[in-house]
Antibody
Framework: QVQLVESGGGVVQPGRSLRLSCAASGFTFSNYAIHWVRQAPGKGLEWVSVISYDGNTIKYGDSVKGRITISRDNSKNTVYLQMNSLTTEDTAVYYC????????????????WGQGTLVTVSS | DIVMTQSPDSLAVSLGERATINCKSSQSVLYSSNNKNFLGWYQQKPGQPPKLLIYWASTRESGVPDRFSGSGSGTDFTLTISSLQAEDVAVYYCQAYYRNVLSFGGGTKVEIK
């Protein structure tokens, strides 16, 4: 079955960096775009970034642009999220999710999500 | 980026009654090439990741009960739970897609009255 497993979260001091990983299994990873979505404690969902199936199209949310880099290694079925210059505002559970699409390639939604990894930015 | 506005922030509905959640986008999410609205609805229960309920504004994801339905087009959308069950207690989010970028609404918390 489709599985997405995030890792790399933890407690980090403001200004430091962290790299999250999203390991996928149960589907042809190289055919799917992957998104990162975060959720601050007690708050709503915030879209962070997306990387296309081949890594050629990448987008970032305004709140993280310039501080975050998304990448993927299709040989390892893994997507990475490099986060730099972290602030307390980045404290959240970070989810990775698979973007599903129809036979014509049109977006259908995020149909599978990981359980998330918690990032806490604190001194 | 598209701004999504949900209402109400929360609502309490009796078991078996209808729950209605509204979502408005700051620009149209109707995609002319396939005549689909790129608008989805997600359900999130405490301690769990979100779950896709509806995509293209009105298409139920596989396995989603038919008491969940979505409607609307352009900028105004609605999620309806026709007969609220105890297991439907959750926060519901609308989400738009535009040129690879996603935008989520603020969420609506649904509780039992």
């Amino acid at each position: 079955q489709v599985q997405l497993v995030e890792s790399g979260g933890g407690v980090v001091q403001p200004g430091r960096s962290l790299r999250l990983s999203c390991a996928a299994s149960g589907f042809t990873f190289s055919n799917y775009a992957i998104h990162w979505v975060r959720q601050a404690p007690g708050k709503g969902l915030e879209w962070v970034s997306v990387i296309s199936y081949d890594g050629n199209t990448i987008k970032y949310g305004d709140s993280v642009k310039g501080r975050i880099t998304i990448s993927r290694d299709n040989s390892k079925n893994t997507v990475y999220l490099q986060m730099n210059s972290l602030t307390t505002e980045d404290t959240a559970v970070y989810y990775c999710a698979r973007e599903n699409y129809d036979s014509s390639g049109y977006y259908e939604g995020l149909d599978h999500w990981g359980q998330g990894t918690l990032v806490t930015v604190s001194s | 980026d598209i701004v999504m506005t949900q209402s109400p922030d929360s609502l309490a509905v009796s078991l078996g009654e209808r729950a209605t959640i509204n979502c408005k986008s700051s620009q149209s999410v109707l995609y002319s090439s396939n005549n689909k609205n790129f608008l989805g609805w997600y359900q999130q229960k405490p301690g769990q990741p979100p779950k896709l309920l509806i995509y293209w504004a009105s298409t139920r994801e596989s396995g989603v009960p038919d008491r969940f339905s979505g409607s609307g087009s352009g900028t105004d959308f609605t999620l309806t739970i026709s007969s609220l069950q105890a297991e439907d207690v959750a926060v519901y989010y609308c989400q738009a897609y535009y040129r690879n970028v996603l935008s989520f609404g603020g969420g609506t918390k649904v509780e039992i009255k």
